[in-house]
């Protein structure tokens, strides 16, 4: 079973909107990544929450990391169609050399 | 600053043949991660390098995957024989050093297609 996982397969919001992407993870981390991937291109980070931490902002983007459900969102305000992607959450297993991947969540923003 | 380029971007291959895919890192980076990318499956790790040491060869991948990295700008993944079933993306990303804090830069990928 995946370290981590989106919650969602696939989202549609209207250009605008705003949406967010949610992720669960099943062990203690020291800390948990979100990319995008976009068509014909490799995942880009978008945002690194760090264990200790519960919020983090990347301008249109907030990222919030609950410790005690093990559980994180992505949240996009304001989606443009550029916004259309596949969004990942990333974790390590604290102590561990590597970050496993989710399956991803794909963000349709529509005109 | 270039980063991670993998080439070629598409390849397509009969059933049985040997392929080689490339991968160049960023400059500095010690960490260098092969990964299957499927619909299905999604991202799968085939292969960790640390300083060119290989930390993990994929498990269920490796008898017919192989990746070497020849030295630190430079790394291959070897599929031989290839089957139908890799037909997929294959990703390279490399970092500084490939813990849980560190952000991975991915190349664009190899779109492989077995005939």
């Known amino acids: 079973s995946q370290l981590a996982e989106e919650n969602s397969w696939a989202l549609s919001v209207h250009e605008g909107e705003s949406v967010t992407v949610n992720c669960s993870y099943k062990?203690?981390?020291?800390?948990l990544q979100w990319y995008r991937q976009k068509s014909g291109k490799g995942p880009a980070q978008l945002i690194l929450?760090?264990?200790?931490?519960r919020e983090k902002r990347n301008g249109r983007l907030r990222a919030t990391l609950d410790t005690s459900s093990q559980s994180s969102s992505l949240s996009i305000t304001a989606t443009r169609c550029e916004d259309t992607a596949v969004y990942f959450c990333?974790?390590?297993?604290?102590?561990?050399?590597?970050?496993?991947f989710g399956k991803g969540t794909h963000l349709h923003v529509l005109p | 600053d270039a980063g991670v380029t993998q080439t070629p971007r598409h390849e397509v291959a009969e059933k049985g043949q040997t392929i080689i895919l490339k991968c160049e890192p960023v400059?500095?980076?010690?960490?260098l991660f092969w990964y299957r990318q499927t619909k299905i499956q999604g991202l799968e790790l085939l292969s960790y390098?640390?300083?060119?040491?290989?930390?993990?060869d994929g498990g269920a991948f490796k008898d017919r995957f192989k990746a070497e990295m020849l030295n630190s700008s430079f790394s291959t993944l070897k599929i031989q024989p290839t089957e139908p079933k890799d037909s997929a993306v294959y990703l390279c990303?490399?970092?500084?050093?490939?813990?849980?804090?560190?952000?991975?830069?991915f190349g664009p990928g190899t779109r492989l297609l077995v005939l």
């Open positions: 062990t203690s981390i020291t800390a």
């Open positions: 990333a974790t390590d297993a604290t102590n561990a050399y590597k970050v496993i």
């Open positions: 390098f640390r300083s060119k040491s290989l930390m993990e």
């Open positions: 400059s500095g980076h010690n960490d």
């Open positions: 990303a490399s970092s500084l050093a490939g813990t849980g804090t560190d952000t991975q830069y």
């Open positions: 929450i760090r264990s200790n931490e």
